[in-house]
């Protein structure tokens, strides 16, 4: 299932972008779904509730949030995400490298490029690098995670339980959190506690009380490791 978002302010050019790509979807015989939004004020305001899409096709002209601004805001809290952007102003595609969008489609020719677009992504998709999820086994029950979903974790007893967005959480999983740290060093995640792990993304502010993360929750820190959570904090936004 593939989850998308489209971001246009025309409400007639919104509408063909959905039903050309439903089509092509079952043409293609792949599930998704898929979200509009008119107004790029709100797409942004999901995105800061933790609410993730695997592909984003977004205008560029757009009021309130521009979708060059808004790339930007999506390419720092989901790394993994697949950006295309759609727009009448051909000249527009040299300031969207930036973003490091897949693609970019001028509007008048969205329906001859649509379909081979999908497919180049689609397969690009389908060769993604196991190196971005992460796989627990339990006594009974294997788990697999895309790292990127992971918000933080949690020890308690010997187990552990990822929290997710949508406020989705898993199972307690019997691991070891020291264990966990070691397997997601590289991917971004800072020790707080000797009960959580966090994914970097995700935290809002610092403080000598606690973590803040984007989605209003507040985390207990060490107060011995606060320098060094500073300094790793600085050092993965950089």
């Known amino acids: 299932m593939y ?5 246009d302010d025309e409400f007639t050019t919104i509408n063909y972008y959905y039903e050309q790509l439903t089509q092509l979807f079952q043409k293609l015989e792949v599930n998704c779904s898929i979200d509009m939004f008119t107004d790029s004020g709100k797409l942004l305001s999901a995105l800061y509730e933790e609410k993730r899409w695997d592909i984003y096709f977004l205008d ?7 979708g060059l601004s808004l790339g930007r805001k999506i390419r720092e809290l989901d790394g993994n995400c697949y950006i295309i952007y759609i ?34 992504l689609l397969a ?18 294997i788990y697999r995670y895309r790292i990127s979903d992971i918000i933080y974790a949690q020890s308690m007893d010997k187990y552990i339980t990822l929290f997710l967005p949508d ?16 397997r997601l060093a590289g991917h971004g995640f800072i020790r707080i506690h000797k009960s959580y792990l966090v ?31 500073k300094t790793t904090f600085r050092r993965l936004t950089l």
Do not use: W
Not at 3 to 7: D, G, M, R, V
Not at 169 to 181: G, H, K, V
């Open 199 to 229: 994914n970097y993304q995700y935290i809002k502010s610092i403080h000598p009380s606690g973590i803040f993360l984007m989605n209003g929750k507040n985390l207990p820190l060490s107060r011995i490791r606060l320098n060094d959570i």
């Open 87 to 120: 727009s009448i102003h051909r000249e527009r595609v040299f300031d969207s490298l930036e973003i490091k969008p897949f693609r970019f489609i001028p509007k008048d020719e969205f329906s001859s490029r649509i379909e081979p677009c999908m497919k180049d």
């Open 167 to 182: 406020q989705q959480q898993t199972e307690a999983i019997r691991y070891r959190i020291s264990d966990l740290e070691t």
């Open 3 to 7: 989850h998308i978002a489209l971001c």
């Open 60 to 66: 560029i002209d757009m009021p309130l949030v521009n």
């Open 124 to 141: 690009e998709c389908q060769n993604e690098s196991e190196s971005n999820f992460i796989v627990l086994e339990s006594s009974s029950t």
